[in-house]
């Protein structure tokens, strides 16, 4: 069954550091790139991050570069994204999602649907 599951969400103060996992099973993790992303209330859903299948290339939202590195291990099917100097801006739950496949699905790309199997989320709370 396919399936991927976000962990490492959490309370933290601003400034703080929070690293996230999304394990994927039911798949081979290499065949895909995987996205991070994020929905805050009342906000619509935005990619924060992205890493192509063999982990050559990466991908940022604007507001989390230099903040964010987002990073995968094949061998343990696993992708992190390591969250420094966050912000209260950054309080949202975050979601893993695979591409769904098409036309090189090992490559990031920007529209949303083309991602699926999207976990249930990890909830941030960015906060003093």
């Known amino acids: 069954q396919l399936q991927l599951v976000e962990s490492g969400g959490g309370l933290v103060q601003p400034g703080g550091s929070l690293s996230l996992s999304c394990a994927a099973s039911g798949f081979t993790l290499e065949s895909y790139a995987i996205g991070w992303f994020r929905q805050a209330p009342g906000k619509e859903r935005e990619r924060v991050s992205c890493?192509?299948?063999?982990?050559?290339?990466?991908r940022y939202a604007d507001s989390v570069k230099g903040r964010f590195t987002i990073s995968r291990d094949n061998a343990k099917n696993t992708v992190y994204l390591q969250m420094n100097s966050l912000k209260p801006e950054d309080t949202a739950i975050y979601y893993c999602a695979k591409r769904s496949g098409g036309l090189l699905p090992k490559l990031c790309v920007t529209n949303q649907a083309d991602f699926g199997s999207w976990g249930q989320g990890t909830q941030v709370t960015v906060s003093s």
């Open positions: 890493i192509s299948g063999s982990g050559g290339s990466t």
